[in-house]
């Protein structure tokens, strides 16, 4: 049957728009030539704070947005990123994310070792400052190896903050890791004002440092001493369980206040260096981590594995490590903390 007439003409036809409007659809997509790059600072449901312009007399923050071109690429801090529309740092004003640049590392984590959804954590970190305290809660030195194993596979480099010495000797601690060679630095909860803080700063300088630890350990009140002008909130350490509350919610880039007598407008105090303030967390899953990779977190083992027979899961009666170390070339309560590793790794083992 006819809908229209005989004489019937273009004017006459209802032509009905694309359903998501009637722009043509492309593959080709914007170059944004004019894009200004730009650092993520945080995330916060959907609205991502950057620094433009860094470094510089002109630099700001402003709130950004993914943009659809992006697809599901997520964008996490530490991210170098290039930005278009209204980039003023007006109150009430949204750019948009037009690309994400290469990232030099990368953390991941999972909730679990069983669990298959991977996080990442932050992006383009130098290093990584696994904090852990000395007494209230008491050190996890397993976790702190999944910590290890994290930043080697990333390409970061450790450094341990042992916190609250006031409380408990870190020798013991220290002893464990000496083979590793790992920096590090212990602080006193009443110095963290004055000298403690600045001998921190010491180890970050010129750096992108990550800030990692389990809950109560004084993850986030070491970072409130290290940028005093952007206090976070803190908690308290629960009298019953050992175990502290969540009270960072999301991760933050701050810059440091630059050295003392530094000129204005050197190096020293243009990029004095950033810390990354993370949630506190109560495990480290490394189901994302292959686990012929782990032997990379103990160095003082690695040597010992030339004699290993092949795919050696280094916790078997042929593995070689047991003479390495029954050699005097390693700490046994090294060996025992890589075993313990690899079967938590490998799901025998809760940590």
Same mark, same amino acid.
């Given at each position: ?16 728009? /694309? ?38 007399? /002109?630099?700001?923050?402003?709130? #950004? ?20 529309? *209204? ?14 640049? !290469? ?14 959804? !991977? ?7 130098? /290093? ?6 000395? #007494? ?31 409380? #408990? ?40 440092t990550v800030f990692i630890g389990h809950s109560g350990v004084g993850k986030t009140t070491l970072v409130n001493a290290l940028v005093p002008e952007r206090q976070r ?77 092949? #795919? ?19 700490? /046994? ?17 809760? *940590?």
């Amino acid at each position: 049957m006819r809908r229209y007439g005989k004489d019937a003409d273009e004017d006459d036809i209802r032509n009905r728009p /694309q359903r998501r409007g009637s722009r043509p659809r492309t593959r080709i997509r914007p170059k944004h030539e004019d894009a200004a790059e730009a650092m993520i600072l945080t995330v916060d449901r959907g609205r991502l704070t950057c620094l433009v312009d860094g470094g510089t007399k /002109q630099e700001r923050e402003i709130v #950004a947005m993914k943009s659809r071109e992006l697809g599901r690429k997520g964008v996490v801090v530490g991210d170098t990123v290039s930005v278009v529309g *209204d980039l003023s740092g007006e109150p009430d004003t949204l750019a948009r994310i037009v690309r994400v640049g !290469e990232r030099s590392s990368v953390l991941r984590r999972t909730a679990d070792d069983d669990d298959p959804f !991977e996080r990442i954590v932050v992006a383009n970190a130098e /290093q990584m400052a696994i904090v852990t305290a000395l #007494a209230n809660p008491e050190p996890r030195p397993r976790l702190i190896d999944r910590c290890l194993v994290a930043a080697y596979d990333a390409g970061m480099e450790p450094l341990l903050v042992l916190t609250k010495s006031d409380l #408990a000797s870190p020798e013991t601690l220290l002893e464990s890791y000496a083979p590793l060679g790992i920096r590090y630095v212990v602080t006193r909860s009443d110095e963290l004002e004055s000298s403690g803080a600045e001998a921190v700063r010491e180890h970050l300088r010129g750096r992108s440092t990550v800030f990692i630890g389990h809950s109560g350990v004084g993850k986030t009140t070491l970072v409130n001493a290290l940028v005093p002008e952007r206090q976070r909130s803190t908690g308290r350490v629960n009298a019953v369980t050992g175990r502290g509350r969540h009270t960072t919610v999301s991760a933050l880039a701050l810059r440091l206040p630059p050295p003392p007598g530094a000129k204005p407008g050197s190096k020293k105090a243009l990029d004095p260096g950033w810390v990354i303030d993370t949630p506190g967390f109560r495990s480290f899953g490394l189901s994302h981590i292959d686990p012929s990779r782990v032997i990379l977190a103990f160095p003082d083992l690695e040597p010992g594995t030339a004699e290993c027979p092949r #795919a050696c899961s280094h916790d078997e009666p042929d593995c070689a490590l047991d003479a390495w170390v029954a050699d005097g070339h390693a700490d /046994q309560a090294r060996l025992y903390s890589l075993r313990r590793l690899l079967s938590t790794r490998e799901g025998g083992e809760g *940590d």
